[in-house]
């Protein structure tokens, strides 16, 4: 039989054409071609079909890319838009990226054009990372740049974006933006409409996902008409929490990070940039903070570099918001120290800092922390906490009644901190994590609900947040059991898996939010492939909010993160390349014995 099978094999190599056989090593799709066809195996509407360019029956052969390009209502768009109309034409346009120009009309400041035309340069050099041969080495030049060998159906690319504000600060500003594209015989021309620089800079996103590299060329192309009309987030807080106190990430690691996020139209970096462990960042007004608080002297973030990094953020459309945790963040973990709340020194050192951190960031937002205090450290009987206890006796708060040291906490620090706080910033909003502070039967004694935003942390099934919710408190959703992206490993404080395990999927029970990368278990190694695809799940989610399950986003999350690769983000593989080539038969029948 295996003789039989491969005298078979044998004839049918024979007889078919040599040149269908012989790739291009240029090509990646080699003797194969695709074509859009309706999906009668998979779980989409339609799908990219592979076939054998020698059986070929003589139609238009799409090499994959181009294919996933124009297949599908939705193409390769992520997120998935939430505009009030949607369509992108089925054929697509040569260009060279020598001739992609950017125009920015009307526009309200020059600060606001710059920024414009920075994050244009972004897309062109991110066009320029869809070659195969990227970098190029300094013999070579950007083949990009050079006609093909059908110059003939070569078009070129303006760009043509209208920003109506010039505002590029704030808290929940307006994101969003209308992008067409219609084509004439010899050019190719876009219009990006927004009210702000971050509408636009989305728009400047979607039309790089309306970009495909082609093999057969070694070209560029964009798909020849695109209407999307006023897409807009669902969700304003499309966040990703990050720590770099327990492990120090590097900057151009965090760039790396930032740069996806804006690949994904995420737009809020919350910077857990200090803790117990360490305290990297180097301030100003106490550098001794930052002397004795950072691992080494290279494990540092100084004031030149954040000023950088919120800038670099900023350009692909990310806020960053830092977080100064205090009074602690002790848990159940090593190293672990609480501030003392009746000692005025503390106040000064806390409003110094805070001042070094807003001479760097963004003054409208600050997260405050307040996440897992431990009360009954305040409450011991040794020489570091008589001062503590007199001030209990002077007021006469009962030391045994543990609402005592609740009323410590929130009467006496945190509303210190806070004013010393609004002291720098007038109008500034705090954000604080969900503790007992914020228990919904107390928390309006301390935190007024105009002043805080409260982010979650608690199981998504606690009745807390229907209650807060009730309350009229801002709420930031990053529930542990469905957000956190470190879960379901080892532990590394005893045995076992770690306390918030299993891992997380984040598919279908994503509401909105932020996703937490705790770095107990994670350094600059190992971080990108923990976040992403999935946080790349939650921005679709956050910024659509569709309906469908992650069947209908399978394919499409599957060429994101490719393209993500391609872009030189770390990014954990979903499925083999197989099943990318192969759309709809990677899936195992229900009806299978």
Known sequence: MSRMFLVWCTRVLLFLPVSGLISNRNSDDGIWSYDCVRDEIGRGEQRCARQDKASSSGGLELTLEVCKLICGQYGQLWPLPKA???????????????????????????????????????????????????????????????????????SSVEVRVRVVSDSLFGYGLDESYSLSITSTPKKVLVVILAETFFGARHGLETLLQCMAYDSRSDSLRIIETVTIDGDSPDYQHRGLSLDSSRSYTPIPLLKKIIDAMGMNKMNILHWHITDTHSFPFQPPRRPLVGLYGAYSPRHVYYPEDVRDLVHFARVRGVKIIPELDAPSHCGNEPPCGQLNPVNENVYDVLEDLYADFLDVFDGDIFHMGGDEVMIPSWNKTDHETVEILEYLSTMKWDRNDPQ????????????????????????????????????????????????????????????????????????????????????????????????????????????????????????????????????????????????????AAEARIQQHRDRMAKFGIGSELLQPEFCRQNEGLCYLSNDAP
């Open 404 to 551: 005592s040291f609740v009323k410590l906490w929130g009467d006496v620090f945190q509303k210190k901190a806070f004013e010393r706080l609004r002291n720098l910033r007038e109008n500034i909003t705090a954000i604080l994590w969900t503790s007992e502070l914020t228990n919904p039967s107390h928390v309006e004694e301390y935190l007024h609900k105009d002043d805080y935003i409260i982010q979650l942390w608690t199981d998504s099934q606690a009745p807390s947040i229907a209650q807060l919710a009730k309350q009229g408190y801002r709420l930031i959703f990053t529930n542990y059991d469905a957000w956190y992206l470190d879960c379901g490993f080892a532990a590394w404080v005893g045995s076992g898996h770690n306390w918030c395990s299993p891992y997380k999927e984040l598919r279908k029970q994503i509401q909105g939010g932020e996703v937490a990368m705790w770095a107990e278990q994670t350094d600059e190694h190992n971080v990108e492939t923990k976040i992403w695809p999935r946080a790349s799940a939650m921005a679709e989610r956050l910024w659509s909010n569709p309906e469908t399950g992650y069947e």
């Open 84 to 154: 009030r109309f949607v369509q992108l034409g089925n054929s697509t346009r040569q260009f060279l990226l020598s001739s992609f120009t950017v125009k920015s009309q009307l526009s309200p400041s020059s600060e606001l054009e710059a920024m414009v035309n920075e994050a244009a340069q972004r897309i062109s050099q991110l066009a320029s990372m869809l070659h195969p041969e990227y970098p190029f080495s300094e013999d070579k030049s950007n083949p990009l740049h050079r006609s093909p060998v059908d110059s003939a159906s070569v």
